[in-house]
């Protein structure tokens, strides 16, 4: 009976990463409030970059948080991730 240790099937891949306003302003080179903006949508058209709200035990507000994927996607247009 053979087991295979090395691979596991909860290994997160580095797009399934949350990250924080601060860490997605960082990696655009632009302020918070940016980040902030181009989440926001004027009822005609979607957001550049949409926040997700996660929900955490203990906790009473959400947190906001956006994907690294979609920061990658934004930077790179033209790859796929």
Known sequence: MQSDHNQSPTTADISDRWL?????????????????????????SP?????TRLRMPGRTRPLTRWRLSDVHRLLNPSEEI
């Open 20 to 44: 924080r306003c601060r860490d997605v302003a960082m990696l655009l080179a632009i302020s918070e409030r940016q980040v902030w903006r181009m989440a926001q949508s004027d009822g005609r």
């Open 47 to 51: 957001p550049i970059l949409e926040p």
